[in-house]
């Protein structure tokens, strides 16, 4: 499967972007999580938001539940991440990809990652 990730660019703080990863070769697998990570130059990739295919269970980390929403279009197989009340710090590359978990060695595929850049 090739991941294509699309949706970033420029916003000032407080605006909204949304995130699409979209799925070619084949479907999503029905027992995968699709993950958005991000990235600053010299941190580790740092894991954003999940969401069940086959059952649509999203989770998040802390500092974006309430501002990001993930979701999944099956007809589309495409997961889009709506990212709203953008701050600074969520400027980042955006990746997104398939695999078993949400830790970062668990991803089978990836896809080539989207750039966020909050104006303040």
Known sequence: VQLQASGGGLVQAGGSLRLSCAASGRT?????????????????????????????????????????????????????????ALKPEDTAVYYCAEGRSTVVRDQDYWGQGTQVTVSS
């Open 28 to 84: 999503f697998g029905r027992y995968s999580a699709v993950t958005w990570f991000r990235q600053t130059p010299g941190k580790e990739r740092e894991f954003v938001a999940t969401i069940s295919w086959s059952g649509g269970s999203a989770y998040y980390r802390d500092s974006v539940k309430g501002r990001f929403t993930i979701s999944r279009d099956s007809a589309e197989n495409t997961v889009y991440l709506q990212t709203n």
